[in-house]
Nanobody
Framework: QLQLVESGGGLVQPGGSLRLSCAAS????????????VAWFRQAPGKEREGVLC????????KYADSVKGRFALSRDNAKNTVYLQMNSLKPDDTAIYYC??????????????????????WGQGTQVTVSS
């Protein structure tokens, strides 16, 4: 069973930065992380889970929610089976639990962060990000 573990969350002041990691392990076939696109979601208290960013299998395509464009960036290291979410210029509105999710896909340049349209194969347990002074 593939497992996803997020890390790197914590408390940061407005304007600060954090880097989250999503590490995958437990592959039971040849389909390592490079066969999956990865999406990050977040859920703030009392709000629905929302898509934030996604990155394609080959790392060449990404999608961003308008709220994080220019501030957040995704990268992936398929050799390490890890995806990184760099968050800069953090705002209090970014406070949420951040989750990574993966879906195996044939297309190397495609990704989706549309929760209602995509059934993701695996989810991480989430990591808390709190932006507060």
């Amino acid at each position: 069973q593939l497992q996803l573990v997020e890390s790197g969350g914590g408390l940061v002041q407005p304007g600060g930065s954090l880097r989250l990691s999503c590490a995958a392990s437990g592959f039971q076939s040849v389909f390592t992380l490079e066969y999956y696109f990865v999406a990050w979601f977040r859920q703030a208290p009392g709000k629905e889970r929302e898509g934030v960013l996604c990155i394609s299998r080959n790392g060449k395509s990404s999608k961003y929610a308008d709220s994080v464009k220019g501030r957040f960036a995704l990268s992936r290291d398929n050799a390490k089976n890890t995806v990184y979410l760099q968050m800069n210029s953090l705002k209090p509105d970014d406070t949420a639990i951040y989750y990574c999710a993966v879906k195996r896909n044939l297309l190397p340049d495609f990704c989706s962060m549309e929760l209602r349209k995509t059934q993701y194969d695996y989810w991480g347990q989430g990591t808390q990000v709190t932006v507060s002074s």
